[in-house]
C-alpha cells in the first residue's frame, strides 16, 4: 500500500515538474521595477516580509518561447545578461531591426538581429536595456501571461507601447 502511494506521488511530481517546466508555471514577482504593472503597492521601505507576503503572483507561458512568439509591448521573463543565476522581468519593448531611443539619451540604437530590447515600467529604478544595451532573444525563458494574485489585481497583463520611442526598420527604407 505504502510503495503504491510513493510510486503515485512520484508520478504526480514527476508531471507537475515537466508541465511547469514545458509550459506552464506560477511564480511570484519580486521587486518595483515593474511598477505600476507589478507591485504597485510597494514602497521604498517595504520589509522583505511584507514583500514576500503580498508579491504579484502571476501566470507564465513558456510554450511561445520554443516558436519565438514574441510581440513588442509583451513582459517576458529572461535571464540577466549581468547575472545568469537570476531571471528578471520586463517589457519587450523592441525586437531585432527595431530602432529605439533609450529612456536618457537622444541618439538612436538599432537592435541587432537576434537581440530586443527589454525595459522595466519603472524607469527610475529598473535596470534594463537602457544600461546594458540589446539582450539575446536566446536570453528569454517566459511571457506574463496573468496576475493571479492578489485576487483584487486578477487579470491579463496587458501589451503597452513605447510611447513613440520604436520604429520599425522597414519605416526607414
Known sequence: MALKFLVRGASAVSIYVAFSDRFYS????????M???????????????????TMDRVLLDKRSVASHMFRRGEVVVLRSPEDPDRQIVKRLLA???????????????????????????????????NNFGPVPL??????????LWPPSR???????DSGGRVWSSFAFN
Open 26 to 33: 506560477i511564480v511570484g514577482i519580486s521587486g518595483r521595477s
Open 35 to 53: 511598477q505600476p504593472t507589478f507591485n504597485p503597492h510597494l514602497h521604498e521601505d517595504s520589509s522583505r516580509i511584507v514583500q514576500a507576503l
Open 95 to 129: 525586437v531585432e531591426g527595431d530602432w529605439i531611443r533609450p529612456y536618457h539619451d537622444s541618439e538612436l540604437v538599432k537592435v541587432p538581429k537576434g537581440q530586443c530590447w527589454i525595459e522595466g515600467d519603472n524607469p527610475s529604478i529598473s535596470i534594463d536595456s
Open 138 to 147: 536566446a536570453l528569454i525563458e517566459a511571457k506574463v501571461m496573468r496576475v
Open 154 to 160: 486578477v487579470g491579463p497583463v496587458e501589451r503597452q
